[in-house]
C-alpha cells in the first residue's frame, strides 16, 4: 500500500507539472523552419521611447513618419518590446528589440511567431493581429507592444 501512494503522489505531481508549465503546446508548433530568425535584432534597451522623423507626416497613411518603440510587454517566458517602422504614413516593418531567447522553446516559439506577427501587421497596417497557435503570450505582449508603439506615431 506504501508503494502505490508514492507512485499516485509522483503521477500526480508531474500531471501538476505538466499543467503549470504548458509543455502539451509544443506539439502545435512546425518541426521546420525557414531562414525566420534574420530580420530580428535584440537590444539592452527597457525604456519606451519615439523617434519621429523631423520630415512629418506625410504619404496618405494615418500615421507620422519615424520610428516608434513600444512598451515591454511580458510574454510569461520573457519580455517582448518592439519598434513601428512608419514611412510615408504607413508601417514599413516592425523590428523586434526584446523576445525571450535564453530558452530552446523560446526560441523555436519566436522563430516561427514573430515573422508572422510581423507580416500580419504590415498588412493590416495596425496592431489588430491573429493570434499565433502555439504562441498566444509572444502574441499577446507583441500585440500590446506595437499598440503602444502606434498610439505615439498616431498622425
Do not use: C, H
Not at 13 to 29: D, E, I, K
Request: aromatic content about 8%; hydrophobic content about 35%.
Amino acid at each position: 500500500m506504501k508503494k502505490f501512494t508514492v507512485a499516485v503522489l509522483i503521477v500526480g505531481a508531474l500531471m501538476l507539472y505538466s499543467f503549470l508549465y504548458r509543455s502539451s503546446t509544443v506539439a502545435l508548433l512546425p518541426t521546420n523552419s525557414t531562414d525566420a530568425g534574420s530580420s530580428k535584432s535584440v537590444s539592452s534597451t527597457n525604456s519606451a521611447s519615439s523617434t519621429p522623423n523631423t520630415a512629418g507626416t506625410s504619404g496618405s497613411g494615418s500615421y507620422k513618419d519615424g520610428s516608434y518603440t513600444g512598451s515591454v510587454a511580458d510574454a510569461f517566458y520573457g519580455n517582448i518590446q518592439v519598434k513601428a517602422i512608419i514611412q510615408n504614413g504607413k508601417i514599413k516593418d516592425v523590428q523586434f528589440l526584446q523576445y525571450p531567447n535564453d530558452r530552446d522553446r523560446s526560441i523555436m516559439i519566436n522563430s516561427y511567431a514573430d515573422p508572422q506577427l510581423t507580416t500580419e501587421a504590415i498588412q493590416a497596417q495596425n496592431a489588430n493581429v491573429s493570434i499565433v497557435t502555439g504562441a498566444t503570450d509572444t502574441s499577446d505582449a507583441f500585440i500590446q507592444s506595437l499598440t503602444n508603439a502606434l498610439s505615439q506615431a498616431k498622425a
